[in-house]
């Protein structure tokens, strides 16, 4: 965050860029109103320096023996007292020249760490004092560092990530990405693909999210990317966004103390593209504990445990569209999978296979993904004996009812209509 400070008959006056046009505004009165604010739409922001310009932290971290979970993370550009972006700095002290303090300074601040639960909230003040011979003049500016926000999917794609998988370990993930790459090259997606492959964990969704903070400036938002590792103390496949995300312009974080219990895998957040609702505009995502610190808004909870892995991305996309919000909803409609086996059966293919994929799991190991039950592999039921399965009818209205418990929840909160197939899609399935 850059400021001005001038002199003018021992009148201090520190100013930042409080109404966040990207400017500051020493001549005009502009930037005042909201000097000493600390809102979310007003008060000068400031950046986390917190990537890993020279790769200094990435490199300790590859080590054969590698940090423990805190001295991970607490590495980056500004964990020390050296300028590591090639910007101009000042250390400590600095003194100027009467004329140069007339003309007015320009200073800049980065924060050493990102607002945190039951910690540093991010605010600073700084004070400008002058003293001349025997009179003093004093002003201060209010400031705050920028929250993290998740990404949402009506954003550009930047950058893939996946993790490599392999033949020995787990066919299926290799067979994902090679296929995932095919698909790729055939759409000329020119976005790079990156491969995580430091460890047996193929959950890339669960063991981090991608964020970012942002702050304006005279040329447009200045970002800094954010990986953010789950919270999630021994799950050590998140170490790889410090050792291999952390880079120029691209920072990491971890916010731990939680267990390994699923509901703290990132697979359980997902991020509401921005939306207008009972005349408030939502700019900023929903998002959860360490993220919550941000202060942007509540969470919105919903109801997972009924699910398999206890994950909302196991039944809630939202994508891109060409409407007006520019995004969808996406859900699952068990009912309408039972209602499509029923329309085939009536229509005489009760004896056809149920589902059309092959059983493919021969050969893998029966706790493959490290579920604990194990994938039991295609079912080979005709649509007359699937039909038959009361357990599978049952359970399958069981899992509508609650599909609607979370869609109610979620029209409640963003406006979305169930005759609006614009942006609030279905899609047909069983559990």
Not at 125 to 150: C, E, N, W, Y
Not at 195 to 210: G, H, L, R, T, V
Request: glycine share 6%; proline share 5%.
């Amino acid at each position: 965050m850059h400021w001005l400070l001038s002199l003018l008959q021992i009148l201090a006056d520190i100013r930042a860029d409080s109404n966040r046009d990207g400017r500051v505004d020493l001549d005009g009165d502009i930037d005042i109103p909201h000097k000493l604010n600390h809102l979310d739409h007003a008060g000068a922001i400031f950046l986390a320096n917190i990537s890993d310009t020279d790769r200094r932290c990435s490199k300790l971290a590859l080590n054969d023996s590698p940090p423990s979970n805190e001295k991970l993370a607490a590495c980056n550009d500004a964990s020390d007292n050296i300028q590591h972006s090639p910007h101009p700095s000042a250390y400590e002290t600095v003194s100027v020249e009467d004329a140069t303090l007339q003309q007015g300074l320009n200073l800049g601040i980065d924060a050493r760490d990102t607002r945190r639960p039951g910690g540093w909230d991010g605010r600073v003040t700084v004070h400008f004092t002058v003293h001349d011979r025997g009179k003093m003049s004093a002003d201060s500016v209010k400031l705050r560092v920028a929250p993290i926000l998740t990404y949402h999917h009506s954003h550009s794609v930047h950058q893939i990530l996946t993790t490599a998988g392999n033949n020995t370990f787990n066919l299926f993930q290799a067979k994902f990405v090679s296929t995932f790459d095919a698909a790729l090259a055939e759409m000329n997606v020119n976005s790079p693909l990156f491969k995580f492959n430091a460890s047996d964990d193929i959950w890339a969704q669960d063991f981090f999210e991608p964020g970012y903070m942002s702050m304006p400036s005279p040329d447009g938002p200045v970002t800094l990317q954010i990986m953010i590792h789950s919270t999630q103390d021994s799950r050590v496949a998140g170490h790889q966004v410090f050792k291999y995300l952390q880079a120029a312009g691209t920072g990491a974080v971890q916010h731990l103390e939680g267990a390994r219990d699923e509901v703290n895998s990132m697979g359980n957040l997902e991020t509401i593209p921005p939306h207008s609702f009972k005349g408030k505009k939502y700019k900023k995502p929903y998002i959860l504990e360490y993220l919550q610190a941000q202060e942007i808004q509540d969470p919105l909870l919903v109801d997972v445990d009924w699910l398999a892995v206890g994950h909302i991305d196991e039944m809630l996309q939202f994508l891109p569209a060409n409407n007006s919000l520019g995004w969808v909803m996406l859900v699952p409609d068990p009912q309408e999978g039972l209602a499509i086996l029923r329309h085939a059966q009536s229509a005489g293919h009760g004896k056809t296979g149920a589902f059309s994929r092959q059983n493919d799991t021969e050969g893998n190991p029966s706790d493959l993904f490290g579920i604990p039950w194990g994938l039991r592999g295609v079912p080979s039921y005709t649509i007359d004996e699937l039909l038959l399965q009361n357990e599978l009818i049952e359970a399958n209205a069981n899992f509508s009812e609650r599909i609607k418990a979370t869609v109610d929840v979620l029209k409640c909160k963003t406006g979305i209509k169930d005759a609006d197939n614009t942006v609030y899609l279905r899609f047909s399935a069983l559990g």
